[in-house]
């Protein structure tokens, strides 16, 4: 069985550009989760996508959003990036999301904004 | 907003002796999640613990749940170099997940 993946898996963007990383989750899975990496804030959740809806969200601005299409698959898109949204990106799968089932993690989209 | 704290931070321990690492949560919650990360890797599944008194084992790892002291632990027996990475926990509190900062263990020869 194929695992998450992450495109694409290294970007490097200036101050004001925006960015759409893109992730796909473990077939049959529904549910997809992002959360972003940085060694100050540690793990952070995004937001939480399940049936092409957005289901949960974290404490991001609105620069940060995202959509899941009907194949589960998602994107995020961060608009007017600053140097603070620096980080490793990642998505997790999940069969529902209700925490019942793992979550299981894609390698990651590392961001580096200059 | 629920906070997840790992102590201790930092380990570096000697290969074949045993540790704890202690995952502490703010508020109510019996879903709790270990997973290991490599550097420069991405995170992977530990254990997932849904009830009060739970514990699982594999391979040199152990984790439990005390939901009433809202504290999980993950022990570790006779460590081995391979078990050097990050470890962090989880709690999903209504299906957001909050980590904890992560306990960086090293485990030498």
């Known amino acids: 069985k194929a695992g998450v993946t992450q495109t694409p898996r290294y970007l490097i963007k200036t101050r004001g550009q925006q960015v759409t990383l893109s992730c796909s989750p473990i077939s049959g899975h529904r549910s997809v989760s992002w959360y972003q990496q940085t060694p100050g804030q540690g793990l952070q959740f995004l937001f939480e996508y399940f049936s092409e809806t957005q289901r949960n969200k974290g404490n991001f601005p609105g620069r940060f959003s995202g959509r899941q299409f009907s194949n589960s698959r998602s994107e995020m898109n961060v608009s007017t990036l600053e140097l603070g949204d620096s980080a490793l990106y990642l998505c997790?799968?999940?069969?529902?999301?209700?925490?019942?089932?793992?979550?299981?993690f894609g390698p990651g989209t590392r961001l580096t904004v200059l | 907003e629920l906070k997840v704290e790992q102590n201790p931070l930092f380990l570096s321990m000697q290969e074949g002796k045993n540790y704890t690492i202690y995952c502490n949560y703010s508020?109510?919650?019996?879903?709790l999640y270990w997973y290991r990360q490599d550097p420069g890797k991405s995170l992977e599944s530990l254990f997932v613990?849904?009830?009060?008194?739970a514990v699982k084992q594999e391979g040199r790892l152990m984790a439990s749940l005390d939901t009433k002291a809202r504290l999980s632990t993950l022990h570790i027996t006779a460590a081995v170099h391979d078990l050097s990475a990050t470890y962090f926990c989880a709690v999903d509190n209504f299906n957001k997940f909050y980590f904890g900062s992560g306990t960086k263990l090293n485990v030498k020869p």
């Open positions: 508020t109510t919650s019996d879903r």
């Open positions: 613990l849904l009830s009060n008194g």
């Open positions: 997790a799968s999940s069969l529902d999301g209700r925490g019942l089932n793992e979550q299981f």
